[in-house]
Structures are given as structure tokens and as C-alpha cells.
């Protein structure tokens, strides 16, 4: 019996080393996206997509585009908020850096265009407003009491007292939420700046208010999921729905923008202009209503999970901007400098007695140390 032919010589190209060596490079590249949150990837493919329309206007080669091409694509969107015009240009990069080019970004002359920029229109970007502790409570007060709004009622207090971004708002599971005698942990999976997964645990005490307990409300909004005891936490509801409890097997998880239309309902029924309010409004708000209380940024920063804390200082002054105001001396001065009489007898030579304490002795809220030691019961409530 003869030997079966040796099988012809491949092209090495063909080989199945080859296809194996691309299916490890398509995996790289997928790894390397999975650095990036979905709403980044979004935004970056967006800002290139019109910055790609821009080129084909003007005749231009957007990859790789030229320098002088990008600044005047940069000149042309000036009337955007100094940090889309940032994002415009690290989206810009990371096309060209993915596709083996050199970036434009990093020239002299983009680089002097940014400057120009940032001098011109500034930095401060227009946040939205903070809701803060009472606006919340006045919101919380007038949702519906059907499931719909039952529902939104949790996730205006969960997304308030634990400072969540809308993503972790949405991604909250029925087994995160850990029920304690003394409040509730909650275990954020993932992040915006924790994409690897880290997770973190974050603590809400009970309320002595029980009408505006963020963990009581959590206790009977849970009671509402029936048979629902796992998956999403916070699910669709349609409008025309009458029942008072989920639908068996609703595993419809709620989109980011169903959480800022949420806030911005809740802020049209006390009064507020919608469009200046979003989801962020209740992180920006716990921020914001810690800073007016004086409250150390180590706490806070515990519940926000901030990984800038530039960002986290700016909420925290604006809260803060009542504490430690140098007109608060001024205005105790001058209630207790003396009376009009008393001076008019001292420019009659008489001499009285000055009411006001000496300079030495004069309290000073510069030197209050309310900022720098830690008040007993949040010790306390950090070691829970």
C-alpha cells in the first residue's frame, strides 16, 4: 500500500500560524477598546466623524490630516465649550495614532491654537445645578405614587445620598444592595474610573427622618420587584402601566438618558427650569450641600469616589462659599463698634469706654479649625 502524498507546501501567508497570529492582533484591538467606557468610544468616534465632514467640505485629507487643517477645524467650532474643543483634539489623535500615523494635535502650531483658545473663551465649563438636600426632598414629595414613580423616587435618593453617576445608576443590580440594621452598602462593580473593575462598597446610615429615608425607600421600592429578585434594579415602566408591581420576568434595564429625563422631571414639578439640571445634578449636589456643612473632602470624597480631586474642590467651594467669608468679620465689627452718642461725646473730648473687644481677643471664622478636625459623629459614621 503506498504512502498518501505529502501535503503541497503552503504559502506561509496561508498558514494557519498566520491566521492565528491575526485573530491574536483583532483580540489586541479589542482589548485595547475595552479601555474606554462606551460613552468615551461614542464620543470620540463622533468628534472624528464631524471632523472628517468638516475636510470633505473644505477638500482636505482628514487621515492623516495636516496641521493646518485641524486649526482650522478648531477655529471653526470656537462657540463650543473649551473642553469639547480638548476632547475634539484627543479624538482627532487616537485615529491617527490607531491607524499608524503621526497625530497633527502634537504640533506647534495646534498646540498655540489651543492656548489661543483657552485665553479666549476660558476654561469654566457651565455645570449643572446642584440639587441640594431640601431641593431634593421637595422633588422626592411630589413623584407619583404608582410604581413609575415610586421608582423614581429611589433613584433620586440612591443617586443623591450615595453620589452616583447616572452609568452606576443604571448598572445597580438587585444583588448589589446589602440591607443592615444600621443602613445600607452598596457595591459599585464599575466605573467610570474604575474600568478595570475594581468595585467599590459605599455606605448610606438610616435617616432619624423616616419620611425621607434613602434606605427605607430602597426597602420598599425592592418590595415592588415581586418576583424579580435578581438583575437590573431599576427597569422600565410604561407610562400607561396601572399595576403596583413589575411584570414577572421585566428584565428591561433603564438607559442613561431615562436617568436625566427622570431629574429633569423631577425639576420641572417643583418649579426649576429642566434644562439647567441633569443627573449629575444630584452627584454635583451631595458635593455641593457637604461643602456648605463644612465637611472635611476626605469624607466626601469617600462617598463621591472622585479620582480628581481639582474637580471634587470646586464643588466643595461652591458649597462653601458662605463658611469663612472675611465679610462675616467686617459686619461683627461694625454691629459692635460703639453707639452714635458715644462718639459724639468723644469729639467732645469726653472719653468712653470702646464696646468692642480688642483685636486680639475678636473670633475669627478664618481660624476656625471646622475644616481641619474630624467632628465626632463622623468618626463615628466612618468606622460603621
Known amino acids: 500500500m503506498t504512502d498518501p502524498k505529502s ?13 492565528l497570529f491575526d485573530d491574536l492582533i483583532s483580540l489586541s484591538q479589542k482589548l485595547s477598546d475595552k479601555g474606554l467606557s462606551k460613552n468615551t468610544k461614542s464620543a470620540y468616534s463622533k468628534d472624528f466623524a464631524l471632523f472628517a465632514d468638516f475636510c470633505l467640505r473644505v477638500e482636505k485629507p482628514w487621515l492623516p490630516a495636516t496641521p493646518e487643517t485641524v486649526c482650522a477645524y478648531l477655529a471653526s467650532i470656537i462657540d463650543k465649550k473649551y473642553s469639547t474643543i480638548s476632547r475634539v483634539c484627543v479624538s482627532i489623535k487616537r485615529f491617527h495614532v490607531e491607524s499608524g500615523y503621526d497625530s497633527p494635535t502634537d504640533s506647534h502650531s495646534v498646540k498655540s491654537v489651543l492656548k489661543g483658545i483657552r485665553r479666549e473663551i476660558g476654561i469654566s465649563c457651565d455645570a449643572a445645578k446642584p440639587i441640594l438636600w431640601d431641593d431634593l426632598k421637595r422633588m422626592v414629595s411630589r ?3 404608582t410604581i ?10 440612591i443617586g443623591w445620598c450615595a453620589a452616583l453617576r447616572r452609568s452606576e445608576i443604571c448598572a445597580l443590580d438587585v444583588e448589589d444592595l446589602s440591607f443592615l440594621p444600621e443602613g445600607l452598602t452598596i457595591r459599585i462593580r464599575k466605573s467610570k474610573t474604575d474600568q478595570d473593575g475594581k468595585g467599590a462598597n459605599i455606605f448610606i446610615p438610616r435617616a432619624p427622618d423616616k419620611e425621607l429615608c434613602c434606605v427605607r425607600f430602597l426597602e420598599d421600592y425592592k418590595e415592588l420587584l415581586f418576583l424579580n429578585r435578581s438583575g437590573p434594579l431599576f427597569r422600565r415602566v410604561r407610562k400607561t402601566n ?16 431615562t436617568i436625566t429625563d427622570v431629574v429633569k422631571d423631577a425639576a420641572r414639578s417643583v418649579g426649576y427650569s429642566p434644562i439647567e439640571y441633569s443627573a449629575h445634578s444630584l452627584r454635583r449636589g451631595f458635593a455641593t450641600q457637604c461643602g456648605q456643612l463644612g465637611i472635611p473632602e476626605r469624607f466626601i470624597a469617600r462617598q463621591t469616589r472622585h479620582s480628581s480631586m481639582e474637580v471634587l474642590r470646586r ?4 458649597g462653601s462659599i458662605m ?13 459692635s463698634s460703639p453707639r452714635q452718642g458715644s462718639q459724639d461725646r468723644l469729639l467732645e473730648g469726653q472719653s468712653v ?5 480688642a483685636p486680639s481677643e475678636q473670633p475669627s471664622d478664618i481660624e476656625s479649625p471646622a475644616l481641619d478636625i474630624e467632628p465626632p459623629h463622623l468618626v463615628q459614621s466612618s468606622q460603621i
Open 7 to 19: 501535503p503541497k507546501r503552503q504559502n506561509p501567508i496561508l498558514t494557519p500560524a498566520h491566521d
Open 143 to 145: 413623584c407619583e405614587r
Open 148 to 157: 413609575r414613580g415610586r421608582r423614581n423616587q429611589a433613584i433620586l435618593l
Open 242 to 257: 396601572a399595576m403596583m408591581f413589575y411584570d414577572w420576568g421585566n428584565a428591561a434595564r433603564l438607559t442613561e438618558q
Open 315 to 318: 464643588y466643595i467651594e461652591d
Open 323 to 335: 463658611l469663612n467669608n472675611p465679610l462675616k468679620i467686617v459686619f461683627a465689627s461694625l454691629d
Open 353 to 357: 469706654p470702646s464696646e468692642a473687644p
